[in-house]
């Protein structure tokens, strides 16, 4: 395992402030991008192969155990780009990286070298083709606001002479920009007449953002309400997994939205559908078919009934008619 040594100043390091933690590039790449923030390799035929040296930061005064994974990145309808999560199986750039190691425990005050080795898959789409290098601090404790925050280094790769992209379906351009949040993996909890959940929120832009999220919850029957909570500026290019409070459950069927906005640009939602009927609820539909089944069982015994008397009276009656022979001269 290579050892973490202590951090050298350098204009290229740019840690995250809220954890202490950040991944950079070599400030003597070649594929350095302009912002020195990133890699981006120009003219990358598939099968190109090629290692680079980035550096993990632990800027806090404390030891932090970090995972280090690829990722693919995902597009924002602005051009900005969100990351896939730790636990998402890489398809595109993501799976084109290697790393020289997958976790490592970072000293206070130091940084780690860490090998990424590109291969360009033989099956890449000509263009722009954007993932990254992902690092996510672990044990992160608690607070008012639970949260997973996650650093990402673009690692932009553009191909040439591979698969041509598909053409994209012409549309109206929208009224407004959309926001450069994108908001997924809406988890739920029940919690008796309550629901709780969590989100992933991604920072897209190239600039810090303080969010504020609205919470709803509502179905065509009954309950439902909205709680807003709002998050500590989000770093741009990270991700953070944030616990959301809870709100009523709905009776029967309902939805679960969440979202944020931006001033001037069109909101970031996701939903998730919901299904919930209270035990007193459920205990008198089942006394009611109860009922119901008791009603229809009598009714049932009681036609069952008619009709065999109807069948007795009618074998009475042939019995006492008097036959052809008993009558005839």
């Known amino acids: 395992m290579a050892p973490?040594?202590?951090?050298?100043?350098?204009?290229?390091?740019?840690?995250?402030?809220?954890?202490?933690?950040?991944?950079?590039?070599?400030?003597?790449?070649?594929?350095?991008?302009?912002?020195?923030?990133?890699?981006?390799?120009?003219?990358?035929?598939?099968?190109?192969?090629?290692?680079?040296?980035?550096?993990?930061l632990n800027t806090s005064d404390r030891a932090l155990r970090v995972a280090l994974y690829p990722a693919d990145g995902i597009p924002a309808q602005n051009g900005g780009y969100g990351y896939a999560d730790r636990n998402?199986?890489?398809?595109?750039?993501?799976?084109?990286?290697r790393l020289s190691r997958s976790e490592a425990l970072?000293?206070?005050?130091?940084?780690?070298?860490?090998?990424?080795?590109?291969?360009?898959s033989a099956d890449a789409v000509n263009?722009?083709?954007?993932?990254?290098?992902?690092?996510?601090?672990?044990?992160?404790?608690?607070?008012?606001?639970?949260?997973?925050?996650?650093?990402?280094?673009?690692?932009?790769?553009?191909?040439?002479?591979?698969?041509r992209a598909t053409a994209a379906v012409p549309r109206p351009a929208p009224a407004r920009p959309a926001s450069p949040v994108v908001i997924d993996r809406l988890r739920t909890r029940p919690l008796r007449d309550l629901v709780c959940s969590t989100v992933r929120v991604s920072n897209g832009s190239s600039q810090p953002l303080a969010l504020q999220l609205e919470v709803e919850s509502d179905g065509p029957l009954?309950?439902?309400?909205?709680?807003?909570?709002l998050l500590?500026?989000?770093?741009?290019?990270?991700?953070?997994?944030?616990?959301?409070?809870?709100?009523?459950?709905?009776?029967?069927?309902?939805?679960?939205?969440v979202w944020a906005a931006l001033p001037g640009q069109r909101p970031a939602v996701v939903a998730a559908s919901l299904f919930w009927v209270p035990l007193p609820v459920t205990v008198s539909l089942f006394l009611l078919l109860l009922v119901v089944a008791a009603l229809l069982r009598t009714f049932l015994l009681g036609w069952k009934r008619r009709t065999d008397d109807d069948e007795e009276d009618d074998e009475e009656e042939s019995a006492d008619a008097p036959s052809a022979d008993a009558t005839g001269t």
């Open 4 to 56: 973490a040594h202590a951090a050298t100043p350098s204009p290229a390091f740019s840690p995250t402030p809220s954890t202490g933690v950040s991944v950079v590039p070599d400030a003597g790449s070649r594929f350095l991008s302009d912002r020195r923030n990133a890699l981006r390799v120009p003219a990358s035929r598939p099968g190109r192969t090629l290692t680079e040296t980035v550096f993990v």
């Open 88 to 97: 998402a199986r890489p398809t595109a750039v993501g799976a084109w990286l």
């Open 106 to 120: 970072l000293p206070p005050k130091s940084r780690l070298g860490l090998s990424v080795r590109l291969r360009v």
């Open 127 to 163: 263009g722009r083709n954007v993932g990254a290098v992902v690092v996510e601090p672990l044990d992160q404790g608690g607070g008012p606001v639970q949260s997973i925050t996650r650093f990402a280094m673009p690692f932009v790769v553009e191909v040439t002479g591979g698969r």
């Open 222 to 229: 009954a309950g439902g309400s909205r709680r807003t909570v």
């Open 232 to 257: 500590p500026p989000l770093p741009s290019l990270t991700s953070r997994e944030v616990g959301l409070p809870c709100v009523e459950r709905p009776i029967g069927p309902g939805k679960l939205r």
